[in-house]
């Protein structure tokens, strides 16, 4: 149990270094074709301004310019009554906001980026920002603060100037933002300072797309090494479960050859007592015993070389046709005669059919699911055999009053040397074949054995054979 607990601690912490070791190489992709889209979009976009100030001498803005020196120039008129050159936090929102609209509204970059960018092959839709970072009016050569931005005073007043890259990096506020460019602006009336960026909202999955090839190949190596994992584990898990049952069917194989070795010895020390020599009717009974005890022995012997054969050659059976009621009945009418303490019924509705059969297999299936009816009950032992034909097979239901078998040993117990946990104590002996054996028949015969049980309230087998 350590040794097994061992081996899936290992194989977790191996899975986890794995998932975690793609996890950071698929983030270092996703970190690297982010970069490349902002790269390559700043790029066109200095392309793009450079051929918009070749053509028209302008930057996009010229008219938003205008427009917000015009109406600087009726703000300053309207302040000249104000002495102390202080503005309403009102009325500081409505300028701001009138020169936002007027850069949103008349500027004619976006779309001169949108024709650009589509021209040269790449995503052309996306959404623009300005963010205004600074707005004074001037009066007088009077500075008249309307709008600082926190990151614009923050800058000006305690730390200097960033270098260029630096503060592109410090003006976007989203991972979709990509700067574009500055500007800064100052006539008589007043001094603009604003930022313009563009805003690829699918910028993700555009990203998603360009990396789906590593993030697949990454998925299906995690997936095929957890699969290899689950593999190996089973197998290996198998190899502990067979091991274990071979090492039962040894156990019980030299508890029974010791059964008629030890009753042979004491039976051979028994002839040599003067006292049994001159008993007739003591040596024959004895010779009675060793012979049956041979005939016992032997028959564990043959059992081994059976299994041994099995396993080198594919099972053979030798079928004729036979009346199945018939047959039936003389498997159970034998049995019945060696099992005087068990209580038989039966109930064939065969039609008269008649199927290809190797007797002597087939009497050994029955007799080991009549024997294990018999083996593992606690009371007296009541077998309902139910013979009938369906879907051109016959079936035969065998049920007992036994303990039973839980769920969990119903998934083994045709394997060979296995044995369910309730019977696998001294009590019931049995080297784990009986089964193993019904199941082998029924299959060499075309058909199969299938198994309802419930612990403490018996069993019922079901064998199908076609005819």
Request: some cysteine; hydrophobic content about 40%.
């Amino acid at each position: 149990m350590k040794k097994r607990n061992t081996i899936l601690l290992f194989g977790i912490l191996s899975i986890i270094i794995l998932a975690t070791v793609q996890v950071i190489i698929i983030s270092g992709v996703w970190r690297q074709k982010d970069e490349m889209f902002n790269l390559r979009y700043r790029l066109l976009s200095q392309d793009a301004l450079s051929v918009m100030n070749r053509r028209w001498g302008t930057d996009g803005f010229d008219t938003a310019r205008l427009v917000i020196s015009a109406q600087s120039d009726k703000w300053v008129r309207e302040i000249t009554s104000i002495k102390d050159d202080t503005l309403s936090t009102v009325k500081k929102q409505d300028m701001l906001l009138y020169v936002k609209m007027a850069l949103n509204d008349e500027q004619d970059l976006s779309p001169f980026l949108s024709d650009f960018f589509e021209r040269n092959g790449v995503d052309s839709k996306f959404n623009y920002k300005i963010r205004v970072n600074r707005f004074e009016l001037i009066r007088n050569d009077t500075i008249i603060p309307v709008y600082a931005s926190e990151e614009f005073s923050s800058r000006i007043n305690r730390r200097p100037p960033r270098p260029d890259a630096d503060r592109q990096r410090q003006k976007a506020k989203s991972v979709s933002e990509i700067y574009v460019k500055g500007a800064g602006w100052e006539d008589n009336n007043f001094r603009l300072d604003f930022d313009y960026f563009i805003d690829f909202t699918d910028k993700q999955n555009i990203i998603l797309r360009d990396t789906s090839a590593s993030l697949a190949l990454s998925l299906l190596s995690i997936l095929v090494v957890v699969g290899l994992f689950l593999i190996t584990y089973r197998n290996l898990m198998e190899e502990k479960r067979l091991s274990n049952l071979k090492t039962d069917f040894i156990n019980n194989m030299t508890h029974e050859l010791k059964t008629p070795l030890s009753t042979i010895t004491v039976a051979g020390r028994t002839l040599e007592m003067p006292q049994i020599r001159s008993n007739e009717e003591k040596i024959l009974e004895t010779a009675k015993m060793i012979g049956k005890q041979s005939v016992h022995l032997n028959q564990l012997i043959n059992m081994i070389l059976e299994i041994s054969m099995w396993e080198r050659t594919q099972f053979q059976v030798d079928k004729k046709k036979v009346d199945m009621e018939e047959l039936m009945k003389d498997i159970v009418g034998s049995f019945r005669t060696g099992s005087t303490n068990c209580t038989l019924s039966q109930k064939y509705n065969f039609n008269g059919a008649e199927v290809d059969l190797d007797t002597v297999y087939f009497t050994t299936l029955i007799n080991n699911l009549l024997s294990n009816a018999v083996k593992y009950s606690e009371k007296d032992p009541v077998i309902d055999i139910e013979g009938f034909t369906e879907d051109s097979k016959v079936c035969i239901k065998i049920a007992d009053n036994g303990i039973g078998i839980n769920r969990n040993d119903q998934k083994h117990i045709f394997d060979k040397f296995y044995r369910a946990s309730t019977g696998n104590i001294h009590k019931y002996k049995g080297l784990g074949l009986g089964l193993y054996y019904v199941k082998k028949i029924a299959e060499a015969h075309g058909g199969d054995v299938a198994v309802s049980s419930k612990p403490g309230k018996g069993s019922i087998f079901t064998v199908t054979i076609p005819y």
